[in-house]
């Protein structure tokens, strides 16, 4: 079994910052590629940052330039900070993993429950 939990959502007035960190637990050979969504209540689940193995990164344009994803592979973890915060980020964050739990299994797709980030006005 492998899990995601995230931590580091919260309440914070626009222009300021957060960090969300993921990490993933449980049995697990590899990490292919670690990243973050988010969706707002009635809307489609939306690409914030991801980062692979090697550390390639890639962000939603709406996010670029403010937001930073890095990762701890020893620890199978990733970060997101997020600066210059504004409303319209307020959603839930959900962390995904593409892991393999042994060398002879294919990587399969895990998600986190999810963490609230608010920004107020």
């Known amino acids: 079994q492998v899990q995601l939990v995230e931590s580091g959502g919260g309440l914070v007035q626009a222009g300021g910052s957060l960090t969300l960190s993921c990490v993933a637990s449980g049995s697990i050979a590899s990490v292919d590629v670690m990243g973050w969504y988010r969706q707002a209540p009635g809307k489609q689940r939306d690409l914030v940052a991801s980062i692979t193995s090697g550390g390639n990164t890639d962000y939603a344009d709406s996010v670029r330039g403010r937001f930073t994803i890095s990762s701890d592979n020893a620890k199978n973890t990733v970060y997101l900070q997020m600066n210059s915060l504004k409303p319209e980020d307020t959603t839930v964050y959900y962390c995904?993993?593409?892991?393999?739990?042994?060398?002879?299994?294919?990587?399969?797709?895990?998600w986190g429950r999810g963490t609230q980030v608010t920004v107020s006005s």
């Open positions: 995904y993993a593409n892991v393999k739990r042994s060398s002879s299994s294919g990587y399969f797709w895990v």
